[in-house]
């Protein structure tokens, strides 16, 4: 009992001194995003037997389509050369999923990644706009040019299906916002119309979890919620807030599991784990707080502490991997690179 205290207590004292940040509900802090929607528009990646100028050209003609289209505004092209540049690699090497995670560091809504192969009745175009953030995929319906010098026929077909893409965004982001302003009965309206037309959207639904957590409707979030869960299991914005979720409800040990899955991404940290444990002890769940705490620190630079990325992205880009070149170190018990 005088352990427990004394664990208790710790905590109770390391959050008294904690910023004011650490005390937020998940997602709180989360700043309000601007209504037009930012796109990063890659080449196609082109397979042997296409031109590769076609992919490029295609792209180029995407990104003049959409200066014209209300909504959406492309990331300069230059720009995007510029920060591809700065980590001393070549942009017609990256991956589709190297894109994706560059349009996460440029803070685009959406990236369009897509193949061209040649096909039985000329060059067959697989084309999709995901959201880097949660990895949701907007697909453009497969379909073929006869050759790969018809780039501007390709690109026209991309563009004509983008009125609906538009319309989902949209939702997505005003839904975002009026959660912001704590403007509730707005935001799940919009997250439905959003969730009608992308039925697997995981931020459609993290955002209806987080509309209903801050009505405290704690069982409808938990739906939300685990569906998200369900859908990417690695979604480390929806297992925190799942976690929170079934702490309020009084489901102490799938809090615990669910807040112990988070660790596994952020495991050298240890506000994290005391935010975790804090919150789990506010809710008298003291024997889970403990087990938090007493979660072994994994020894800075190993594996577990750098290789999981979360939301189901794979491991540090080659880019990020550059930059670790020196040994780590911890302080204030977080890992640091120098």
Not at 178 to 200: E, H, K, T
Not at 233 to 246: D, G, K, R, W
Not at 306 to 320: F, H, I, K, Q
Request: net charge neutral.
């Amino acid at each position: 009992m005088r352990h427990t205290r004394r664990v208790l207590t710790s905590i109770a004292v390391s959050v008294a001194v904690a910023l004011p940040g650490l005390l937020l509900r998940p997602g709180d802090g989360v700043a309000q995003s601007s209504s037009e929607i930012q796109v990063l528009v890659a080449p196609l990646t082109t397979a042997e037997g296409v031109d590769s100028k076609f992919g490029e050209k295609v792209a180029e003609e995407v990104r003049k389509a959409l200066d014209n289209f209300a909504g959406m505004v492309p990331l300069d092209w230059g720009d995007i050369r510029d920060q591809v540049k700065q980590y001393g690699l070549d942009w017609k090497t990256l991956t589709p999923i190297e894109w994706r995670q560059l349009g996460g560091r440029m803070q685009a809504n959406l990236v369009m990644v897509g193949t061209a192969q040649p096909g039985g009745s000329g060059v067959a175009v697989t084309v999709a706009f995901v959201d880097p953030r949660t990895g949701d995929e907007l697909p453009v319906d497969d379909f073929a040019v006869p050759d790969d010098k018809k780039h501007k026929e390709a690109a026209a077909h991309i563009t004509s299906g983008l009125e609906e893409q538009v319309g989902y965004q949209r939702s997505i982001v005003f839904c975002q916002e009026y959660l912001g302003s704590n403007q509730l009965d707005d935001a799940l309206r919009n997250c439905q119309s959003a969730l009608a037309v992308n039925p697997n959207s995981a931020r459609a639904l993290y955002l209806i979890g987080r509309v209903h957590m801050e009505a405290n409707d704690w069982s409808s979030a938990a739906t939300s919620l685990e569906r998200v869960v369900e859908l990417n299991p690695s979604n480390t914005e929806a297992l925190q807030s799942l976690a929170y979720t079934h702490a309020q409800l009084g489901n102490a040990q799938r809090s615990f599991e669910l807040y112990r899955e988070y660790l596994n991404f952020n495991p050298d940290d240890a506000d994290v784990r005391l935010n975790i444990a804090f919150k789990l002890a506010t809710t008298e769940a003291f024997a889970e707080a403990i087990a938090i705490e007493m979660i072994p620190m994994p020894p800075c630079g190993s594996i577990s502490a750098t290789s999981r990325s979360p939301r189901g992205r794979p491991g540090p880009m080659a880019w990020e991997r550059k930059r670790r070149r020196n040994r780590p170190c911890r302080i204030r018990n977080r890992c640091v690179w120098r």
